[in-house]
């Protein structure tokens, strides 16, 4: 039997990631000197333990910068996509393109300022699918104290995620109000957002705000009324009304992506096909 199960492993394509157990999303946009702030990044998730990069992916959206520069060579899971059409403030876009790449339907989505310890990583690898929940996540300061969870960072349901149309993509362009509109359609769909134990927590980075960061303005005033016109439509019209459907509305291009092959094999459960009846008759049990 172990030899079946490797030639089975050994004879898989090449790009297969059916061993991906969860996706990581981030994006970013550099207008400076560098794209030191996404690599570093990287190269501190490369240093992981094997057998938590071995089921993790990790996508990185480039939101069109207009820096040159290589994809550096990464021993990990992961996609590397650019979007070639120019839409300042697309971050919402940024995350509707990492999230159609992914490969697990556990995803968790995060801004670059943000970075999560492997013990995070292992226990999100090993959570039961999230379903129609969506969580927040606890930061951690250097003294070990906590604090509340980002507002745009979610541990969440690919499926769920893509049910209810990602982002809404009629805010990009300008600043702001993605995210809320987000976490307020995705509820007024029946989607349960909650806090994960404070023992899985992340933390905030420090970047160079100057050398490797962006220099685009904050400015609401474009998209207050978009959020007030949306949340209006909800309030009038029901249902699934309140989203412009607009997705991907901007070209990409991947950059570079690379597979790890596990060191070991995955766990055996030879009863799971012949159980389909079950899952049939039981849909908490097909999840």
């Known amino acids: 039997m172990l030899n079946v199960c490797r030639r089975l492993s050994d004879n898989k394509h090449a790009a297969d990631k059916s061993h991906i157990d969860l996706t990581c999303i981030t994006h970013f946009y550099c207008n400076q000197k560098s794209i030191d702030s996404i690599t570093t990044l990287l190269k501190q998730y490369e240093s992981y333990p094997a057998d938590i990069l071995d089921r993790t992916e990790f996508i990185i959206v480039d939101d069109c910068s207009p820096l040159k520069y290589d994809v550096p060579e990464l021993d990990l899971n ?34 670059l300022d943000h970075a999560f310890p492997p013990d995070t990583l292992a226990y999100l690898a090993n959570h039961p699918n999230p ?14 104290s906590l604090y509340k969870g980002h507002a745009n960072l979610f541990f969440m349901s690919r499926a769920r995620f893509l049910r209810f149309y990602g982002y809404d993509e009629e805010f990009s362009g300008n600043y702001g109000a993605e995210d809320y509109r987000f976490v307020k359609f995705q509820k007024y769909q029946g989607s349960r957002q909650s806090y994960l134990p404070k023992k899985v927590w992340c933390y905030e980075r420090t970047l160079d705000r100057q050398e490797s960061y962006h220099s685009l303005t904050r400015d609401l005033s474009a998209n207050t009324p978009v959020d007030l016109r949306k949340k209006q439509e909800c309030s009038l019209y029901g249902k699934e009304y309140g989203h412009s459907r607009l997705f991907l509305n901007f070209d990409w291009v991947t950059l570079a992506q690379g597979v790890r092959r596990p060191a070991a094999l995955p766990a055996l459960r030879r009863y799971w096909r012949p159980l389909w009846w079950w899952r049939w008759l039981n849909p908490l049990a097909a999840k």
């Open 131 to 144: 379903g129609r929940n969506f969580y927040k996540m606890w930061r951690k300061r250097p003294d070990g």
């Open 78 to 111: 992961f996609r590397w996509l650019r979007v070639t059409t120019d839409i300042p403030w697309n971050q919402g876009g940024a995350r509707n393109l990492g999230v159609t790449f992914a490969k697990s339907d556990k995803i968790l989505m995060s801004d």
